[in-house]
C-alpha cells in the first residue's frame, strides 16, 4: 500500500513504523530531515520529485548477500528509467546516474535477526518534474530536464514497484547470477580509467573491473595492482556543472566548469 504523507521529517524514520509491513510504501510531498549517504542531507521541492521509503521484510536474505537487495533495487530504477527512454548507469554503491549526472540518491537501511535481515527500509529519492537545483549541487539532473516533459509522480512511482517486484523476485529466487551479471554491465565508469579518492591518501587512477557479491568495489589501478573497498573506502572524483542544464533540439546539454 501507499501511504501519502503531507510532511515528515525523514520516510526512513517514519517507515520504522512497525504498522508499515512488506510491500508498504511511505511517500512524503516535504520531509524536515531527509538524508543520503556518508550523512548528506536530501532537499526536494514539494510537488515535484519523488522521497519515499518501501519497506521490506527480506527473512530469506543472509546478512553476509544484503548487498545483492541493493542490486535489486538499482536495477530496478534503471529498468523504470528504461521504460521512460531514459538511459542510465548504477553509480556504486547504488546511485543512479544519467550520463555524469546524478538522478536517484538512495539509502537503505536494515535489521538483522539471527543470520539474516528481518527489515529492511529502502529510502529513495527520484528527480522527476524539477526544473532548476540549487548551483551548489555538483551534477544534480532530473527526468524533466532529460527529456523536456513532465510526468506524472504516481505512475512514475508505480511503474518502479512493478519492475521491483520482478527484480525481488529473482532475488527470492536465489538468481543471484542474473542480479550480479546485470549490474555490473550497468555500472558507471565500467571499464573506463578514470580519478578517484583515497580517504587519507589522496587522489589515485584506475578502472572499475565490476564488484564483489558482498559489495566491494573492484579497481585496476595504474600500478597493475587491484584494490578492493567498501563503502567509505574510496571516492568518486567528479566534474562539476554549471547549471542549470537544458532540453534543445531534442539534445540534452550541460557545460562542465572550466
Known amino acids: 500500500m501507499i501511504y501519502r504523507l503531507a510532511t515528515t521529517t525523514s520516510t526512513n524514520d517514519e517507515a520504522r513504523d512497525a504498522r508499515y509491513r512488506h510491500g508498504d510504501v511511505v511517500w512524503a510531498e516535504r520531509q524536515t530531515a531527509g538524508r543520503g549517504q ?44 528504461a521504460h521512460y527512454g531514459i538511459a542510465t548507469r548504477i553509480k556504486w554503491t547504488n546511485d543512479i546516474y544519467a550520463g555524469n549526472r546524478q538522478i536517484v540518491g538512495m539509502l537503505i537501511e536494515h535489521n538483522c535477526s539471527g543470520p539474516t535481515l528481518a527489515r529492511s527500509i529502502v529510502g529513495i529519492g527520484i ?23 513532465t510526468f506524472d ?19 527470492r529466487q536465489g538468481d ?31 578502472i572499475i573491473e565490476g564488484v564483489r557479491p558482498t559489495g566491494e568495489l573492484l579497481v585496476h589501478h595504474t600500478d597493475g595492482t587491484l584494490g578492493e573497498y567498501l563503502f567509505g573506502e574510496i571516492e568518486f572524483v567528479l566534474k562539476k556543472y554549471r547549471n542549470p542544464c537544458c532540453y534543445r533540439n531534442n539534445t540534452y546539454i550541460c557545460i562542465t566548469n572550466p
Open 38 to 81: 556518508r550523512g548528506h542531507v536530501w532537499h526536494s521541492p514539494e510537488g515535484e520529485n519523488l522521497t519515499f521509503s518501501l519497506v521490506l521484510e527480506p527473512q530469506f536474505l543472509p546478512i553476509g548477500e544484503q548487498f545483492l537487495l541493493s542490486e535489486a533495487v538499482a536495477l530496478a530504477l534503471t529498468d523504470m528509467f
Open 127 to 149: 528527480n522527476v518534474n524539477q526544473a532548476a537545483f540549487d548551483p551548489a549541487l555538483p551534477n544534480p539532473v532530473s527526468m524533466a530536464q532529460l527529456t523536456g516533459r
Open 153 to 171: 509522480r504516481e505512475e512514475v512511482l508505480r511503474t518502479f514497484l512493478e519492475r521491483f517486484a520482478l527484480r525481488y523476485e529473482q532475488l
Open 176 to 206: 543471484r547470477e542474473t542480479l550480479q551479471t546485470d549490474y555490473r554491465t550497468r555500472m558507471y565508469r565500467l571499464g573506463e580509467r578514470h580519478a578517484y579518492r583515497l580517504p587519507g591518501q589522496g587522489e589515485t587512477e584506475g
